[in-house]
C-alpha cells in the first residue's frame, strides 16, 4: 500500500485557517489528490497535485513535495460547513498507476 | 450530463444472494472504479478498468465480478452475498485530473 498517514480528527474555529498533514509511501508515486467527504454523502474532488509547490483554488490550497513524500491541504477562513472528513489520495505503485489509494481521512470540527 | 449515476441507493440482501450494483457515467472518461468504504478503514478499492474491455483487482476483489462492455457502463457483482460485504459501495470515473464519485449504494447483508 501507500501507508498514508494523516491525523485522526482536527478541530478549528470558525474563520481561522487550518493545516491538514499527509505523508505517503513515495514509492511509483505519481501525484496526489485531496477530497472533502460530509458524512453520508459520497467524496468530492478537491484538488490534484503533480509537481512541487502550492496550488490554491480558492479558500483551499494543497501543498506537495514529492522528495518528502508529504501534502497539506490548507482551508483558509474557515467556514462550519467545512466541518467534513479531508482524504489525502496518493496515485501511482497501487492499483494501476492512475488510481488513487485513499488515507483513512481526517475529520475537522469546526466550531464558532 | 448526469455525472456518475449509481443504483439501487439502498439494499438488504439476504447471506448467499447474488445481485449487480449499477454504476453509469455520461462524461465519456476512459477510467473507472469501484470502492467500498467501511468505518475507520477509509475507502478501498475493489476493482478497476482503463477502457472497455479492460478490467483488473484492487485491493479488495474477492467476492465481486466487473466488466466493461461499454465506456458508459461498469456494473459491480456479487456472487455470493455475506455479512461483510455490508458496507457502502462507491463507483468513481476519471478523465485523467480528478475522480468523479457517483452517490453510493448502502448495502446491508443480513
Known amino acids: 500500500g501507500q501507508n498514508i498517514d494523516q491525523p485522526t480528527e482536527m478541530t478549528a474555529t470558525e474563520g481561522a485557517i487550518v493545516q491538514i498533514n499527509c505523508t505517503y509511501q513515495?514509492?511509483?508515486?505519481?501525484?496526489l489528490f485531496w477530497y472533502q467527504q460530509h458524512a453520508g454523502e459520497a467524496p468530492t474532488f478537491l484538488s490534484y497535485?503533480?509537481?512541487?509547490g502550492l496550488e490554491e483554488k480558492g479558500r483551499f490550497s494543497s501543498f506537495l513535495s514529492r522528495s518528502k513524500g508529504y501534502s497539506y491541504l490548507l482551508l483558509k477562513e474557515l467556514q462550519m460547513k467545512d466541518s467534513a472528513s479531508y482524504l489525502c489520495?496518493?496515485?501511482?505503485?497501487?492499483?494501476?498507476?492512475?488510481?488513487?489509494?485513499f488515507g483513512r481521512g481526517t475529520s475537522l470540527i469546526v466550531h464558532p | 450530463n448526469a455525472g456518475v449515476t449509481q443504483t439501487p441507493k439502498f439494499q438488504v440482501l439476504k447471506t448467499g444472494q447474488s445481485m449487480t450494483l449499477q454504476c453509469a457515467q455520461d462524461m465519456n472518461h476512459e477510467y473507472m472504479s469501484w470502492y467500498r468504504q467501511d468505518p475507520g478503514m477509509g475507502l478501498r478499492l475493489i476493482h478497476y478498468s482503463v477502457g472497455a474491455g479492460i478490467t483488473d483487482q484492487g485491493e479488495v476483489p474477492n467476492g465481486y465480478n466487473v466488466s466493461r462492455s461499454t465506456t458508459e457502463d461498469f456494473p459491480l457483482r456479487l456472487l455470493s452475498a455475506a455479512p461483510s460485504q455490508t458496507s457502502v459501495y462507491f463507483c468513481?470515473?476519471?478523465?485523467?485530473?480528478?475522480?468523479?464519485f457517483g452517490p453510493g449504494t448502502r448495502l446491508t447483508v443480513t
Open positions: 497535485n503533480v509537481l512541487d
Open positions: 489520495a496518493p496515485w501511482g505503485a497501487s492499483g494501476g498507476s492512475y488510481i488513487p489509494t
Open positions: 468513481a470515473s476519471s478523465a485523467g485530473e480528478g475522480w468523479y
Open positions: 513515495t514509492s511509483g508515486f505519481n501525484g
